[in-house]
């Protein structure tokens, strides 16, 4: 990256302010969350590390504003994804499994995005301001509201409970994500014994199963 000038406008803030997120995007494509540091990313982007912090408050704050990123780039791809593949005149039942397979399907690569998610509680949500941490609930409130939109669209029998059942299925995303990728320790285990291969999951497969059940028993819950 060129060396930058010192921004004195604010087109030129928000130009160095993309320039960070855009070399920390980059950065996440290579490594897990855990290997990103402020230090490395300060030296990518040819800044001093107090001079990014300048424009985010920390590297959670960096992570949580790509989250949000990523998150509004599937949900704009999910309507077209939705409409194909799930059958409007299937019974309800037929629904509620195809919507499952449309959503954990579109995951399937999306690494940058599962990756985020699955950290969102634990880690991202930490460090930063209550000011960074409600503006991107805000966000994350209307991602899920629009996913919900979709949902209740093919799935009218869910009645007020998709705002639910979305919540529900993003936390499922960050669970079955952690738990799809064992550790290189649990990967030799599983080669050493390979009874233990049972406990192995698959991703799409594990979520849309996960997802599935979570959407039937929505249903089944609205009806009663």
């Known amino acids: 990256m060129t060396n930058f000038q010192r921004a004195r406008s604010e087109e030129q803030r928000e130009v160095r302010r993309q320039a960070i997120l855009d070399t920390t995007a980059a950065m996440l494509e290579e490594?897990?969350?855990?290997?990103?540091s402020l230090n490395e990313l300060s030296r990518r982007v040819e800044l001093a590390?107090?001079?990014v912090l300048r424009y985010f408050e920390s590297r959670e704050a960096i992570l949580l504003e790509l989250l949000d990123r990523a998150w509004r780039?599937?949900?704009a791809d999910l309507p077209a994804l939705v409409c194909a593949g799930v059958d409007q005149d299937?019974?309800?039942?037929?629904?509620?499994?195809?919507?499952?397979?449309?959503?954990?399907g579109s995951l399937a690569r999306r690494r940058v995005l599962c990756d985020l998610l699955s950290a969102q509680a634990g880690v991202l949500e930490h460090n930063v301001s209550p000011q960074v941490a409600a503006r991107y609930k805000r966000a994350?409130?209307?991602n899920v509201a629009g996913i919900a939109a979709l949902a209740h669209q093919r799935l009218p029998e869910l009645g007020d409970s998709a705002p639910q059942l979305v919540a529900a299925m993003i936390m499922a995303?960050?669970?079955?994500w952690t738990h799809a990728r064992p550790s290189p320790a649990m990967l030799a285990a599983y080669e050493a014994d390979p009874s233990?291969?049972?406990?192995?999951?698959?991703f799409v497969t594990a979520l849309?199963?996960?997802?599935?059940?979570?959407?039937a028993g929505t249903i089944a819950r609205a009806s009663a």
């Open 140 to 142: 994350a409130v209307a």
């Open 208 to 215: 849309q199963e996960m997802l599935a059940t979570l959407t």
């Open 73 to 75: 780039q599937w949900v």
């Open 90 to 104: 299937a019974p309800v039942s037929r629904r509620a499994e195809q919507f499952a397979a449309v959503i954990a």
């Open 173 to 176: 995303v960050g669970a079955v």
């Open 196 to 202: 233990l291969t049972a406990f192995k999951l698959d």
């Open 49 to 51: 590390k107090s001079n």
């Open 31 to 36: 490594m897990p969350i855990g290997e990103i």
